[in-house]
């Protein structure tokens, strides 16, 4: 079977955000603020800029796999929430837990015209091994106490979006700096400036 290349994500991305430090974290950021997993081409486009697609590959995805992801987002935002709050959603870990016992896209190397190896996909994957690969990040992200620690809720306003504090000193405040952190410094800016005219 052919390899299946993958490499940097596809352009029409600027809608879609890869910045919380998991890929089941990012899967949960596609609700907010709007729903960004509109159709199969957006579900598509996710899956490249994740990295479980081969960018422009001809990969078909069904309006079946649109839901399937939807219900994944739900579990996972459930599984992650309750974690934080301490208060375990059992359904949600039960369907996650199914969902990851399917094999996911295998990779393997191949080589470039350059003659440089880069990772890709031993064939194209279908809808059970892409959303196992996603529910054993979950997995994976949950069971670690490290990684468990280090998730924290974006103090944006009305920002629900979680992510991995990496940081050094663990202070990051926000999911993005670019997104709701410069919104808090527009806002704190425009305190400012209302008081120094008040």
Same mark, same amino acid.
Do not use: F, I, K, N
């Given at each position: 079977m052919a390899a299946v290349p993958t490499g940097s994500p596809h352009p029409s991305l600027q809608e879609l955000r890869f910045d919380s430090g998991r890929l089941c974290l990012d899967l949960v950021a596609t609700a907010h #603020? &709007? $729903?960004r997993l509109t159709s199969p081409d957006r579900l598509r486009a996710w899956l490249a800029g994740a990295g479980l697609l081969p960018p422009g590959s001809? &990969? !078909? &995805? #069904?309006p079946g796999w649109l839901a399937a992801f939807h219900e994944l987002r739900g579990h996972i935002g459930q599984l992650v929430r309750g974690e934080l709050?301490? !208060? #375990?959603a059992h359904a949600a870990l039960e369907r996650v837990n199914l969902l990851a016992r399917a094999a996911p896209p295998a990779p393997c190397a191949v080589r470039t015209? $350059?003659?440089t190896l880069v990772r890709s996909l031993y064939a194209e994957p279908g809808c059970p091994a892409l959303l196992a690969a996603v529910a054993r990040d979950t997995v994976d992200l949950l069971t670690d106490p490290a990684a468990r620690g280090a998730l924290r809720q974006c103090e944006g306003d009305n920002c629900p979006i979680i992510y991995l504090d990496t940081s050094r000193g663990r202070r990051r405040r926000w999911c993005s700096s670019e997104v709701c952190g410069n919104r808090e410094r527009v806002a !704190?800016? !425009?305190r400012r400036a209302a008081l120094a005219r008040a």
């Open positions: #603020p &709007v $729903e001809d &990969v !078909r &995805v #069904p709050a301490g !208060r #375990p015209s $350059e003659g !704190r800016h !425009r």
